[in-house]
């Protein structure tokens, strides 16, 4: 339970150093993005391409690994 709340916390920290929030003179705020927000490897990279696969991907295989041995194991056991 530690690994996990570790390693998600680790994976969404570029998450919250992507943009700050900004108070503008009338009372409203909005959010900017910082220098890593704008960057066009860090949206490439972490944004499109390991996202995807941590959040997506991965999830998928380990199902359908987990699904797959079950199965091997319950027509094993038919006979």
Same mark, same amino acid.
């Given at each position: 339970m530690?690994?996990?709340i570790s390693?998600? !916390?680790l994976f969404n920290i570029p998450r919250f150093l992507d943009d700050h929030v900004v108070? %503008?003179?009338d009372g409203s705020m909005? %959010?900017?993005p910082t220098d890593l927000g704008n960057d066009?490897?860090?949206?490439?990279? =972490?944004?499109?391409?390991? =996202? =995807?696969?941590v959040? =997506?991907?991965?999830?998928?295989?380990?199902?359908?690994?987990?699904t797959y041995r079950h199965? !091997?194991?319950?027509f094993l056991t038919l006979f």
């Open positions: 530690v690994a996990v390693l998600s !916390i108070t %503008r003179s909005t %959010r900017v066009d490897t860090f949206k490439l990279v =972490y944004a499109g391409l390991f =996202y =995807y696969v959040i =997506y991907a991965l999830p998928v295989v380990i199902l359908a690994a987990m199965l !091997i194991f319950a």
